[in-house]
């Protein structure tokens, strides 16, 4: 069996998830959709009392089909010291427990005054299993938000752009378009969906839905899964401290 110890193997992504034994159950799904949602667990102690957890997703099609499941691996301390600042490892698997892909986000700062600022960007990579390297997302500097979408080769092949104010709107989703990257032409969308008035306020368990052509490639559209993965945390992920003051706000009303 070929050993892949290495995140610079020159074997493509395509190659590494079609071996023998490896292909996840809902990957020939993925090829064929051209929309997924993506929901967030609600953690009831996070809920309760304001203690950061692991985050956990699933991943289904538009009809409400189950094709993955996301598990966040982190420190402890740093889930609930740092916040949405946090390093982290999130782990995409089948419904049997096989790995799709792995992605790899460093501590960053997620102030926004650092939006212009070269040494707070936000980045996170891609891999297929067992560790190759299916491209990297990028924040770009920018008043506004700002992704590149980069392949395996270094290339920059789509830009997310989304809006100035990410705070939405009571009732309406939030819209990051997915760009050609002359800025030209829409090729997809990745949407913070709307729960509804109170788990928007009660829990930071969001739900999103990621809009593609259904002929792109498995690797694009796995780090179209990834983008909306690191939107989440940089945009909608409270901190353990904003849960515990939101809990204190509402006993104190209640």
Not at 95 to 105: A, K, Q, S, V
Request: net charge negative; glycine share 8%; charged share 25%.
């Amino acid at each position: 069996m070929i050993q892949f110890e290495d995140y610079g193997s020159t074997l493509s992504p395509t190659e590494i998830l079609t071996l023998d034994g490896r292909i996840p159950l809902g990957f020939d799904r993925l090829a064929t959709l051209d929309r997924i949602v993506i929901k967030q667990e609600i953690e009831l102690l996070e809920a309760a009392l304001g203690y950061e957890t692991e985050n956990k997703y699933d991943i289904l099609t538009s009809t409400g089909e189950l094709l993955f499941k996301a598990t966040e691996e982190s420190d402890d301390c740093a889930r609930n010291c740092y916040g949405s600042s946090r390093a982290f490892q999130l782990e995409v698997k089948d419904i049997l427990g096989r790995p799709f892909i792995r992605l790899d986000r460093p501590m960053a700062c997620c102030c926004p005054c650092f939006c212009c600022c070269p040494c707070g960007l936000q980045e996170m990579k891609v891999y297929s299993p067992p560790s190759v390297l299916i491209g990297s997302l990028r924040q770009t500097v920018s008043m506004c938000p700002r992704i590149k979408i980069i392949d395996s080769t270094g290339e920059v092949t789509l830009k997310i752009v989304g809006p100035c104010c990410t705070c939405g709107g009571c009732g309406s989703d939030i819209e990051f378009h997915v760009m050609s990257t002359d800025d030209v032409v829409q090729v997809g969308k990745i949407s913070k969906l709307w729960k509804g008035f109170f788990r928007e306020n009660l829990t930071d368990a969001d739900n999103f839905g990621v809009s593609f052509p259904v002929d792109m490639n498995i690797q694009t559209k796995s780090l179209l899964i990834g983008a909306c993965f690191l939107i989440d945390y940089m945009y909608f992920e409270r901190s353990a401290n904003q849960n515990r003051q939101n809990r204190h706000h509402r006993t104190r009303h209640y």
